[in-house]
């Protein structure tokens, strides 16, 4: 079995003939089949994995292969890749396949990367801990009595497992950064605009954003470079320039760091949490970078703020599942009505329906002003918040998540404790900066921690640099 360490030994050892892409398949294919009980994947793509791999060993004999050549790599379940299936881990697109490929696969593609398969997720994204997929829960591989995290929960266990060596996730809250904390692994959401949300099936428009889950930050750097900038076919991506990010990784800056007094001091901070981020904090210092506390004085109104939002924005893009355009259609329909009534009652389950009724309910005629548009009105404050304090420093210092990853059930008969989870990470995606979870030591459970690091817009080079060092 060939051990896969990061992106740049795996080229030095294709390059030298120690392994090939082929190979890499086949052992990909059997490692999916090994931890099936994981329940990281609802499909190997076989046959175009073998037909990429096939094709990949002869460009790299010639001397041609890009940049990901014989990088294997697992799609959540939300991303399109054509004549593919894609299912949003929901009954409601039953036999749906993809019309065409999102512009991050067409870019992976385009360098020679493999893609072995689609992985499960919380239904629609929408989740902390994936056990809200309609094809079962995803058992975390350091303890499967826990959760690992969503919503891109097989992504993160695809890679933690060992099965691929790059996931790609989407981060609507936190849903690529707290699975990469309960799993030990780096997860990485870029500044809104950096990356196409072309393909992307939409959870909550304004705050979605695709990015990778890796071993290494070096890894996370390289996958940015290729699945980065501009794209015709998604207007809110940037045309600001992709820079070598894995270059800088090797420069010695010294920082201006703020953690947030409220979230080191925050009730439902588990203890050794925060020791793990104090002596981090700790080691940052003796480094030579400057680490102060800032106050955030917004820290109770995150999770509410986004929880308005998004699920207005969800309830909006989902309607488009009526039971006529795409997969699952009720048998038991007998008129228009009826069939998106009965299609949408039985193809959704419990949590996406709560939260399309919530964002219906938040954008009633009724209720508008008081929810929806206030909700708008906190998002600008809490925006201008982040940003003053990233005029003053180069980084916002938090733990990825209050806790480790939790038991399976703790927290599904409570949807607000579920929804605290992303109390930490939901300001990146607020605000649309950049964020990154790193791991930072293991609890006395024997689950990892996660060090959460936000930056300026655009400002991923420098992000990504300091995160490097801590990952080491
Ligand atoms: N856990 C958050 C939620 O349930 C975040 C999801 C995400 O980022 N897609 O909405």
């Known amino acids: 079995m060939y051990s896969f360490s990061n992106i740049t030994t795996l080229h030095a050892d294709l390059k030298a003939g120690k392994v090939t892409c082929a190979t890499l398949v086949e052992q990909a294919i059997a490692a999916i089949a090994e931890k099936k009980h994981l329940n990281a994947f609802l499909e190997v793509f076989e046959a175009s994995a073998k037909e990429s791999a096939k094709r990949t060993d002869e460009k790299i004999k010639y001397g041609t292969a890009g940049k990901l050549a014989g990088v294997i790599i697992g799609l959540k379940d939300n991303i399109c890749y054509k004549g593919h299936k894609v299912s949003a881990s929901s009954k409601i697109l039953e036999g749906f396949e993809s019309l065409y490929s ?14 072995i398969g689609r992985t499960n997720c919380d239904e629609f994204a929408m989740g902390s801990s994936n056990e809200n997929s309609a094809f079962g829960n995803v058992l975390n591989p350091i303890n499967e009595k826990c959760v690992p995290g969503g919503s891109s929960g097989g992504a993160a ?23 990469a904390s309960f799993t030990g692994t780096v997860g990485f959401k870029p500044t809104y605009g950096r990356v196409s949300r072309y393909g992307l ?43 070598e990010y894995s270059k800088t990784l090797l420069q010695d800056k010294k ?6 007094k409220e979230c080191v001091e925050a009730e439902g901070l588990d203890p050794e949490v925060k020791v793990a981020v104090l002596k981090q904090m700790e080691w940052l210092k003796g480094q030579g970078h400057s680490v102060e506390a800032v106050s955030f004085p917004y820290l109770e109104y995150l999770v509410p703020t986004y929880y308005v939002l998004t699920t207005a924005e969800a309830s909006s893009n989902l309607s488009r599942f009526d039971g006529i355009h795409y997969g699952y259609r009720s048998k038991n329909a007998t008129d228009l009505e009826s069939t998106y009534k009965k299609s949408r009652s039985e193809g959704f389950g419990k949590e996406v329906k709560r939260r399309i009724m919530l964002g219906t309910f938040v954008l009633s005629a009724g209720y508008y002003d008081a929810y929806y548009s206030k909700g708008q009105k906190v998002r600008r404050i809490i925006h201008e918040k982040t940003n003053a304090i990233l005029k003053d420093f180069d980084f916002i210092l938090t733990p990825s998540t ?43 459970n024997g689950l990892p921690i996660g060090l959460q690091l936000m930056a300026g817009y655009f400002e991923e080079s420098k992000l990504l640099n300091l995160a490097s060092k801590i990952a080491k």
């Open 402 to 444: 209050p806790g480790t990853a939790f038991e399976f059930g703790k927290n599904s008969a409570d949807p607000i404790k579920m929804y605290l989870e992303d109390i930490f990470t939901v300001q990146a995606n607020i605000a649309g900066i950049p964020a990154i979870s790193v791991p930072c030591g293991n609890h006395s």
């Open 201 to 243: 099936i939409a959870y909550a428009s304004s705050f979605d954003q695709i990015g990778p889950i890796t071993k290494t930050v070096d890894d996370a750097a390289i996958i940015l470079e290729v699945i980065g900038g501009l794209d015709k076919n998604d207007n809110t991506s940037s045309s600001q320039k992709v820079e």
């Open 255 to 260: 920082y201006k760091i703020a953690y947030l």
């Open 157 to 179: 266990v695809a890679v933690a497992a060992g099965i691929c060596h790059v996931s790609l996730g989407s981060d609507t809250g936190g849903s690529i950064r707290q699975p």
């Open 102 to 115: 999102a512009t991050v696969v067409e870019r992976l593609l385009a360098e020679d990367a493999i893609i």
